[in-house]
């Protein structure tokens, strides 16, 4: 099994190391005729990179993206499209001192056992610089999911930021994601139920630790009679024309008077709003001193010169989305028209 | 996407509604060779229907598997192994009231959307019974894991079966699943990490609602400092020849001093154990009424006559179990001999 | 890779040795409402057989389909089509001499190197038996394509069957095939062009030996300027309609004078019909008598009693025709309808 | 199903347009630690441009490879080599009378039909410039080969090209393709026969219109006590280090006294030199005037300005090796090691 690619209608393939030429990637499978927003993909960057956000990286990449191919005239083809964004700044001699040490807490240890080699370089493949790649995709994946009616809404659910910040200690968090305008009928059965899916795509995202579905943990304290989610008795809106707004309010609207399963019974939309909830660990990485690992078994504390997040969770919300577009869109593409 | 298979290198699909003909299965992938254990498997169906459980299902399948191809003299062959459990103690007539009607909670409603036509008898092809075929599969990759030392050990966490029971409600509860003996270097980076690939199987069963890895949800509100996994200075023990109990107590040879982690950083296994969590809802059946809803909307409390358990939770362990040893064993065939 | 799955959307897994307890497959991802046509499963399984065809095998199977599941009065719901045949009509005994020895122009040795233990009886996984599995589910795609409009009619074109069969010895021939109404648009560019994963689809046909796609070999000898197909003055018809002979006699409507290219360029259909020729080797079981080799590397001939075709590709028809059906149906269910 | 991916284990993903910015491919799946020589990719890129070969195409792109991932000091590091190579020499406005008009014989009807849009400039997707990225990653697959003592060998079976080049004809012609060195096993029964996956192969190279393995059509005229390959009583020899001179003096210690097969039988290697013949149709464009047709069907000579071979299948050698390198390395990857 290869780890590299992301869907099987709506096809993801992400390349680059964190300090290589580039980081990119390759989606198969857009349909042709979409014209790209492209602020909004610049936008959707934006947002990951925490732009304004108290607490994030110093390392501040322009994220330029070079379009390769798939797009013309700024509409797409229906053949791949390739795109990939430069590692501008790095610093690679900050990591010189990891050429033989492997961070506690870190991929360094795995890497190096399943490949017998590994580029050292700000974490590499493992680095969350690979996320560019999904961001983007991302965000054409919305794109074509605003033209089906389709909204995703996540927002962090973090204590306390700053007391965090201030003693330079890491948090971790959970991300809320809520998902408008997906009609009864979507998802597979058995396996490639819609939960499982989004529970794959969800958990592939650097630092994820847990996945809820719907009212998640709390479903497992109630009783039966508390959880079955009762019909309403009219029929679900069509929520292609709503705004997002009315999308919310529709809840007097909606087929279920309450929605714990999180709009997925059976592994299949029911048209209510899809809820889920992703945890995230904290950065592991200890600055300015990690300990560390080396071939032979030896442990040493070593200073690390790279830049990372206090509390990253916050540039993770457009992670979370933009996976759970390349989920739902992958669902959705082979009934979309090509033009 | 289709919904029915799983895993790329040993693969499972499976067939079968509640009360048609059979459920069944092929898997494709399995290395020539190995010499089955029957009555392994057989004690494997009989934990799944909860055999002297209180509180389960008074459905009692005899479960008797016919092999149909794949095992010659009791050894595989390398081919497809197809298999076939019949659906004996049906009483379809039981569901008749289902026909025009739509249960609150459960997947007849999204079945109906998705396909405009559905099998209403037991829950057809979405009932649990179709996990009969996921347990025979899952216990033959318990055998190939075995031969490679990895055994999987799971149990429930689960508050109060006993005052449930008795005032007929259902209740859900928890699951925790322990793998020893993975060795380091298992799983792929990016989108198929090992805990994405857990956390999609998991959440393909039944009911299931959470996934966590490792510390999971407690994870979120630990400083980066308390969550890393720090090294210990002697390395990773060979897993292979050890019992449980020496896997267990081989904390101080483990490669980290805990385990917040559950085994996998990177999303590669590090050699040590594997730790997940995953969360059931209760049986949402409410019997013997439960609130219905038909196509035109219109909403009734109609007579239910099935069989449902008040506590489904000790019969998801084999499950979670069986869904687990499909995972692994599909990124361990490549690497597996064919004789 | 695995070897017993055709097709992505429309997706058949194959099972069974000629010898086992039966052969069969599962069918995941045949839309849910199509009325099937059992008696026409039928006249295709007898096509097969050969029946009432000179100088086909003597083993008589009645071929009687038991279905599992996915089907529900008549009706197929969408979930997964299983389906076996029992193997009535073996004797395996006639093989015990093949239990050390491996037959020239057979699998028995690639098998037997392959997997390191193989069914020897009638020619285990490797016998033409198991293209029943193909007909069943060929004989479903071609029920749905025919509601798209497209038929496929296949013929050989073999010079003297009579006198092979006269002598004893076996011969081989060509089958062509002409698919009608498959509108443009159809196949995709690159790898999966439509030619390509037809001449996938043939090659995987026992005793398939070369593979042309319209004017084929004819045309690596003629000049581009003969070879191009020059576009007519009218536009394609819509074939959906239009009975086989319609069809056949629509070229006058063809979007091209000629069809050289045998109904595909760049990978995909331009609306001509789809026409490609596929060259079988005769039956290599020399009659009684037979060279084989052991493991030690030992030749000797030796007496083979199983029963064997003199001419096979009148038979093999029927299994273009699934393989052809197949191929175009994995292209077109993405689009098609579940009710 | 997508088409711009070819493999499973050792997984090429295309992309790039003719006159776009870059044409050029992912590869997911190469084994860590493989050393490049860069030079060998170079001289590959060579063979392919028809470097000194008379009658091949004017456009003289120097390809130079832009690595971007996967690569570090030379040597592979597991994760995903990119590459682009950028389209310099384009000359789009050569195409301008393409816009609306679609040429005889081409793929501009097909893809405006199936995409609703394309891009005209020198066949958009559909030209042969594709291939370079198939040349760069089969060169990757022949270099690991070559450490597995398999080696591919090609030739053109052309009747007369100086003929043809000389009235500014253009004309086709055959390849005919050796594998040496591969053992016995290789391949999958069924479905992914060895065979049936390089047919796949080969009819995926533009312009392929016939595959024939080993003794191919030759193979329908005979009979079956001339077509079957005998054993020899000696074992297959060791491929590996064997000189490719004799490995083609080593029939003495062939497993078989003939290869009509070519090397595969019931889809599996059996150790003798794999061998098929690939048609290629001839250069379909008329210079320097085409027949074409507009999206309203009315049909029109017009001047073409681009540049074509006239006979491009002494170019086609290395796209031919190419894409058996492809196939072969897909089913050897799983058991190669990482390092």
């Known amino acids: 099994m290869l780890g590299n690619t992301f869907g099987e209608h709506f096809r993801l393939t992400t390349f680059g190391e964190s300090h290589g030429t580039s980081v990119g990637g390759v989606i198969d499978g857009c349909p042709a005729g979409l014209k790209i927003d492209f602020a909004m993909i610049d936008a959707e960057l934006a947002r990951r990179r925490g732009d304004g956000v108290e607490g994030t990286t110093e390392r501040k990449e322009s994220d330029q993206i070079e379009w390769q ?50 580029d050292h370089r700000g974490g590499g493949r493992a680095s969350a610089r690979e996320t560019v790649s999904r961001v983007i995709a991302g965000a054409i994946a919305k794109q074509l999911l605003a033209n089906e009616g389709i909204s995703i809404i996540s927002e962090t659910v973090v204590a306390d930021l700053q007391s965090a910040t201030s003693d330079n200690q890491t948090i971790g968090g959970k991300v809320r994601c809520n998902i408008y305008g997906v009609k009864p009928g979507i998802g597979e059965p058995v396996f490639n139920k819609l939960n499982a899916r989004l529970a794959y795509a969800m958990m592939a995202i650097p630092s994820a630790v847990s996945f809820e579905m719907g009212a998640g943990l709390q479903a497992t304290e109630m009783t039966g009679a508390d959880y079955a989610d009762r019909w309403n008795e009219v029929d679900v809106a069509d929520f292609k024309s709503a705004t997002t707004d009315e999308l919310k309010q529709s809840s007097n609207q909606a087929i279920t008077r309450t929605n714990h399963c999180g709009g997925v019974q059976g592994g299949i939309s029911n048209g209510m709003p899809i809820e889920f909830t992703v945890g995230f660990h904290p950065v592991v990485t200890q600055i300015p001193i990690t300990q560390c690992r080396n071939r032979a078994g030896e442990v040493q504390m070593i200073e690390i010169k790279g830049r990372h997040d206090r509390c990253h969770v916050s540039r993770v919300v457009v992670i979370v989305e933009a996976m759970a577009a390349l989920t739902l869109i992958d669902f959705l593409t082979p009934n979309l028209s090509n033009h």
């Open 69 to 118: 191919s798939g797009i013309m005239d700024g509409v797409t083809l229906g053949t791949p499209i390739a795109f990939l964004v430069r590692n501008g700044d790095t610093r690679s001699e900050d990591y010189d001192s990891l050429k033989e040490w492997q961070r506690a807490g870190h991929a360094d240890y795995t890497y190096q056992k399943k490949y017998g080699i590994r």
